[in-house]
Each structure stands twice: as C-alpha cells, then as structure tokens.
C-alpha cells in the first residue's frame, strides 16, 4: 500500500458520513490496485453470485457502488440495466469510467435518497454495510426503493452484523419481507494477508414483500 494511503483499519474507524466522504475521496484513485488487488477482495464476486442465484431482475441498484466492482461483476454475467448510489462523489468517477451503469447518483444511506418508491426490481450491495459506514437502520430505505417482489442481496461484516443489532432489524422487518436466507461468506481471498485475511460477512438474501 502506497504512504499515506488510507487502509482497513482506517476504513473501520469511520464514525460519521462526514467521515467516509473524506476517507473514500482520500482512496478512491488507489482503491483498486491498492485494496482489492492486493487483499485479493473478493466480496463483490460472492456477493454478486449469491445475488444471481436467487434470479433478480432489472433495474437493479447497486448501495455504495464505490469503484464499480459490483456492477463489473454483473456486466460480466450480463445482468442490467444497473444503477449505482455512494456518498462518495470521487468513487463514483471511477466506477463511471468503467462503462457499466445506467446511472451514478449521489445518496447517503443514512438518510433519503432521491430514487421514488419501488423504482427497482432488484437491489445488491457488497461492502457497505460494514464498521463504521452504513448501519441496519438504511435497511428501511433499501425496502422503500425495491419494487414488491425485489430481489435483495445485502452483505453485513460479521463484526457488524453482531455489533449493530441486524438480527433485530430483520426480525423487526420479517413481515415486509420473505425468503429470508444468509449466506456466509470470506471477505478475502487466498492472497490475503494481515490481520483481516480471514475476515468474513453475512449475505442476507430476502425478497420485498
Ligand atoms: C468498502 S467500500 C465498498 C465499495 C464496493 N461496493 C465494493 O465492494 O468494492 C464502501 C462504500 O460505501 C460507501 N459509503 C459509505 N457510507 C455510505 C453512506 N452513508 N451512503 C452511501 N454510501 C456510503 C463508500 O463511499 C464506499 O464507496
């Protein structure tokens, strides 16, 4: 990782959105290759299978698209038309340059975003739900956006998963949603070293009610 580039342990003591727009536009040009490429991150790619498996289709909104690794991912298989939202303008340019969006907008999960009821027909999100960032409480929004019958695909850090209280949201939300399933996954792959190599998330997998 390059001097002063930010790094996991500075991504997992964010404690505001204020906090993330400075750390992601800080990271957003060496995120790549200094981050993905080199922990050999692989959530997006098991993030996006365990997606596909449930069958969604379009429009489908990618929450933190950041660089673009999810909507690369879907492109691949063919999926689309996709959206992306993030709070971070700076990662939003690289995820545009990438070709693969319908549409990049700026949103903050935390709050409202400017997309009407049930505009999606699916909805995935890889990395976002995770210390420091994006908390249970957006899970509402995620439910305003998605159409009735929305494929959702959400992955929850284990730490946060514990520490943040999901098990409660998603009980507290079981009667607008079904197929509730998780899917544990590893973060990084074989390549990973440090202290977060094994690091490993949740997928929740459910449909909008
Ligand atoms: C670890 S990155 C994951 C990016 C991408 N999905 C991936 O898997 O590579 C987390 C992303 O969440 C975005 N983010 C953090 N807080 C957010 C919020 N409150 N609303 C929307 N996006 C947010 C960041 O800007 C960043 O792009």
């Known amino acids: 990782m390059s001097d002063n580039a930010p790094d996991l342990d500075a991504a997992y ?40 498996a449930r069958g969604p289709s379009g429009p489908i909104l990618d929450i933190g698209a950041g660089t673009g690794l999810v909507g690369a991912h879907l492109a691949a298989l063919g999926l689309g038309p996709v959206d992306g939202v ?12 990438r070709g693969v969006y319908q549409r990049l907008f700026l949103g903050d999960m935390t709050a409202r975003l400017d997309v009407a009821n049930g505009a999606y027909g699916a909805v995935v999100s890889s990395g976002t739900f995770t210390t420091g960032h994006v908390g249970p409480e957006a899970l509402d929004e995620v439910l305003r956006v998605a159409a009735t019958g929305a494929q959702i695909a959400i992955s929850v850090s284990e730490a946060h998963w514990q520490a943040a209280g999901f098990a409660a949201t998603f ?35 459910f449909v909008k009610g």
Do not use: N
């Open 13 to 52: 003591g964010l404690k505001t959105p204020e906090d993330s727009k400075r750390l992601y536009a800080a990271w957003a040009k060496t995120y790549d290759a200094d981050f993905a490429a080199r922990m050999d991150y692989c959530l997006p790619e098991r993030v996006v299978a365990a997606f596909v």
């Open 86 to 97: 993030d709070i971070s303008a700076e990662m939003l340019d690289v995820a545009e340059a």
């Open 171 to 205: 009980d507290r939300l079981a009667g607008q949603i079904g197929d509730l399933e998780l899917k544990r996954v590893r973060i990084y792959g074989e390549k990973a070293e440090g202290a977060h190599k094994d690091d490993a998330g949740f997928v929740a997998l």
